[in-house]
């Protein structure tokens, strides 16, 4: 493979085809269980690769070097092969920034709560840092250190303005399932859900009901390829390429 996507469970990407619009090169979806995960960066043959849950943090020990934003987020999800010398990004900070740019989204000041801990939530978190969200509230079933459950996080902070799900609650095929209620947040005005697939989660539907404002994962997903494609190739392609991508694809799934 000389570049594509990893990951445990894949059968819900849209990776390939959204690459294979940006780059001329193929692009391949490859699932590992972790053995074969190990056995994959040990060889090192790509070119350039994306990577997904579960291993955004389990791949930085077999990186040569990194970006310094990915190592003040504890997660990559982009590696360049230079020569036998693996480099890692992160280009989901990029792709939230756009989403909520694109979307016209403020975080300023604003009580945020993000659903889940993983390599996802931690770029999104990096993105909500930088446009000076007023307090993030990390949101997990099991309580750990800076992670409150569901059921504290309705008691004490009812008032989040802003709601985002990072964990894969309601991707496919587990579409009927939701990770939060959102009834029980009257000020929260806008609901991202990072999932692509479906397009209409089972949380982003509520929100439309509640008259909030419903974004999924498909910008960022369509957008962080774009830059990761850029550290691929070494070349720019512009941001204008996003919006007409995104609006094939939609046309696509119609």
Request: charged share 25%.
């Amino acid at each position: 493979m000389e570049y594509g996507l990893i990951g445990e469970k894949l059968g819900h990407s849209f990776s390939k085809p959204i690459h294979e619009r940006l780059a001329e090169y193929e692009y391949e979806i490859t699932p590992l269980t972790r053995e074969a995960f190990k056995e994959f960066m040990n060889k090192r043959a790509f070119k350039g690769i994306n990577v997904t849950i579960p291993y955004k943090s389990e791949v930085i020990p077999y990186l040569d070097e990194i970006d310094e934003k990915a190592l003040k987020i504890g997660a990559v999800n982009t590696i360049v092969n230079r020569t036998g010398k693996l480099i890692g990004f992160n280009t989901d900070v990029l792709g939230f920034q756009y989403t909520l740019e694109y979307n016209r989204i403020e975080v300023d000041g604003k009580k945020v709560l993000v659903l889940g801990n993983g390599g996802a939530s931690k770029a999104v978190i990096a993105a909500l840092e930088l446009g000076k969200a007023g307090e993030i509230i990390i949101v997990k079933h099991r309580k750990s250190d800076g992670v409150l459950t569901y059921e504290e996080c309705k008691k004490i902070h009812s008032d989040a303005e802003l709601i985002i799900n990072t964990s894969p609650v309601g991707m496919y095929p587990n579409i009927g399932e939701s990770p939060i209620d959102l009834s029980f947040y009257p000020n929260c005005t806008a609901v991202i859900d990072i999932i692509y697939n479906p397009l209409k989660t089972k949380l982003l539907q509520q929100a439309e009901e509640l008259g909030k404002q419903a974004v999924n994962g498909m910008e960022m997903l369509i957008a962080q390829a774009k830059y990761a494609v850029e550290i691929f190739l070494n070349k720019e392609i512009p941001d204008a390429e996003i919006t007409i991508i995104h609006k094939e694809t939609l046309d696509n799934l119609v």
